[in-house]
C-alpha cells in the first residue's frame, strides 16, 4: 500500500500544529490574548519537541517487533535513541535545545529513510514522515531564528 492512510495523515498534521502554532508564536514574541509570554511559549515549544522526538523514537520499537526475527538490536536501539536527544536538549540554553532537536527530528528521518528502503515498515511511511518532519524540522528551525533575532 503506497497511500497514506486517512487516519495517519490527518492525526500526523494534527500533531504538527503545536509545532505551528507555538513557533508562529515565539517568531511574534508570545500572545497576550492567551496569555503565552515570550519565554513560556519557547518552553511549551521545546518540551512538546521533546515528547513528539521520544514518541517517534517509539515508533521504531514497533516496527523492530512486528519483524519476524524480532532481534534486531539497531532497531530497538534506534528507538531510544530520540529520548536521550530530546532528554539531553532539557540540559541546554532554549536555542541550543530547538536546534538538539531539530537535528534529532532530521537524523531520526534519515534512519527511518533507510529502514523503509530495507523494508522495514509500509512505504506510505516513508512519504508521511518527509512530509510532517520538514514541517516540524522547519517550524524548529523558524523558532531558532525568533530566538536569535530577539537576542540581538
Known sequence: MKTIPTPALLLG?????????????TLAGGS?????DPLHTL???????MIILSFMG???WGLEMTRPDGDGASGFAASVVPALIAFAAS??????ALLILA?????LLAYDMA?????????WYGALRMQ????????LTAATVAQWRHAV
Open 58 to 60: 517509539g515508533v521504531q
Open 91 to 96: 540540559f541546554v540554553s532554549p536555542t541550543a
Open 132 to 139: 510532517l518532519s520538514a514541517a516540524v524540522i522547519l517550524s
Open 13 to 25: 498534521w494534527a500533531g504538527v500544529l503545536p509545532f505551528a502554532a507555538l513557533s508562529a508564536l
Open 43 to 49: 518552553q511549551a515549544l521545546i518540551i512538546y519537541g
Open 103 to 107: 537535528a534529532g527530528f532530521l537524523i
Open 32 to 36: 497576550p490574548w492567551f496569555g503565552f
Open 115 to 123: 529502514r523503509i528502503r530495507a523494508g522495514v515498515g509500509p512505504v
